[in-house]
């Protein structure tokens, strides 16, 4: 089974089972993960779904689209690695993905 683990700003990690084609917000959302809110469904409207991708998978997550760049910008904890948890559809190849959670989302 593939999985994601999710790693809270205190360092606390929980790994989580996920289908192929589901978008990691969803992911972290099914599986009660602290600090993902999604309120927005995955419209990338909202920007509580924030994450911090872990460096060696930055080329496996891709970059950021246009919409997600200018919710980003917003953000005062925005790092070079943010993504946006709802934009970031899951595949076979993400099996193993590790992200970061910043400390609040806003
Ligand atoms: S769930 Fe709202 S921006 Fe991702």
Same mark, same amino acid.
């Given at each position: 089974?593939?999985?994601? @683990?999710? $790693?809270?700003?205190?360092?606390?990690?929980?790994?989580?089972?996920?289908?192929?084609?589901?978008?990691?917000?969803?992911?972290?959302?099914?599986?009660?993960?602290?600090? $993902?809110?999604?309120?927005?469904?995955?419209? %990338?409207?909202?920007? @509580? /779904? #924030?994450?911090?991708?872990?460096?060696?998978?930055?080329?496996?997550?891709?970059?950021?689209? %246009?919409?997600?760049?200018?919710?980003?910008?917003?953000?005062?904890? /925005?790092?070079?690695?943010?993504?946006?948890? /709802?934009?970031?559809?899951?595949?076979?190849? #993400?099996?193993?993905?590790?992200?970061?959670?910043?400390?609040?989302?806003?």
């Amino acid at each position: 089974m593939a999985t994601v @683990t999710f $790693i809270t700003y205190d360092g606390e990690k929980q790994e989580v089972p996920f289908v192929e084609g589901q978008n990691l917000m969803q992911v972290a959302t099914d599986n009660a993960v602290s600090g $993902i809110d999604g309120d927005c469904g995955g419209d %990338a409207a909202c920007g @509580t /779904c #924030h994450v911090m991708i872990d460096q060696q998978w930055a080329a496996a997550t891709g970059s950021r689209n %246009a919409t997600e760049a200018q919710m980003l910008e917003m953000n005062p904890d /925005c790092q070079e690695n943010s993504r946006l948890s /709802c934009q970031i559809a899951l595949s076979a190849e #993400h099996d193993g993905l590790v992200v970061n959670l910043p400390e609040f989302q806003f």
